[in-house]
T-cell receptor
Framework: GQQLNQSPQSMFIQEGEDVSMNCTSS?????WLWYKQDPGEGPVLLIA?????ELTSNGRLTAQFGITRKDSFLNISASIPSDVGIYFC????????FGAGTRLTVKP | GAGVSQTPSNKVTEKGKYVELRCDPI?????LYWYRQSLGQGPEFLIY????????DSGLPNDRFFAVRPEGSVSTLKIQRTERGDSAVYLC???????????????FGPGTRLLVL
């Protein structure tokens, strides 16, 4: 089964608002990844984090690799309607483990 | 196309039947991964190929599940004696080199939606 706890499970926000979601694990991971999945599609990589404490940005997205290597967060600033989808965290060690996802709804 | 493709996109079968799901990775990608995604959950690792060999099959739930990649490109996931609990989206992904904490990106296909009645 999955080892990652991702929260919140779902979010309903207004366009323009900032969003924050996080992932915690009972295990240490060497790499943390954040994906977005649209309906009927496979997940698409948004940000990859390779070092504890690393803070990485990709446009309006910012993610951090926790110092303990057991957690990560993803922030989305100034949300837009196309941010709608399911966001997954994933930890990579010998294989990939995914969180259960955060379903984001953005109201225009 | 240039991405990972999976066929069929949807498969409906009856309990007890045998099914095969196909994955065409991105050309030149040596690593290939199969995942299963149940409704409301994240993908769950099943098996990983490096070239023709299964480098890690620890995620296969039981011996009804089997996967092959005979020529190091296309892979087939095979499920024998299907059960209703096998219903899920089966995702395939490929990467140029194995992930293993390296600086490589994994590309997912759109998945095959399997429904076992």
């Amino acid at each position: 089964g999955q080892q990652l706890n991702q929260s919140p499970q779902s979010m309903f926000i207004q366009e323009g608002e900032d969003v924050s979601m996080n992932c915690t694990s009972s295990s240490i991971f060497n790499t943390w990844l954040w994906y977005k999945q649209d309906p009927g599609e496979g997940p698409v990589l948004l940000i990859a984090l390779y070092k504890a404490g690393e803070l990485t940005s990709n446009g309006r997205l910012t993610a951090q690799f926790g110092i303990t290597r057991k957690d990560s967060f993803l922030n989305i600033s100034a949300s837009i309607p196309s941010d709608v989808g399911i966001y997954f965290c994933a930890g990579l060690d010998n294989d990939m483990r995914f969180g259960a996802g955060t379903r984001l709804t953005v109201k225009p | 196309g240039a991405g990972v493709s999976q066929t069929p996109s949807n498969k409906v079968t009856e309990k007890g039947k045998y099914v095969e799901l196909r994955c065409d990775p991105i050309s030149g990608h040596t690593a290939l991964y199969w995942y299963r995604q149940s409704l409301g959950q994240g993908p769950e690792f099943l098996i990983y190929f490096q070239g023709t060999g299964a480098a890690d099959d620890s995620g296969l739930p039981n011996d009804r599940f089997f996967a092959v990649r005979p020529e190091g490109s296309v892979s087939t996931l095979k499920i024998q004696r299907t059960e209703r609990g096998d219903s899920a989206v089966y995702l395939c992904a490929s990467s140029l080199i194995p992930l293993a904490g390296g600086q490589e990106t994994q590309y997912f296909g759109p998945g095959t939606r399997l429904l076992v009645l």
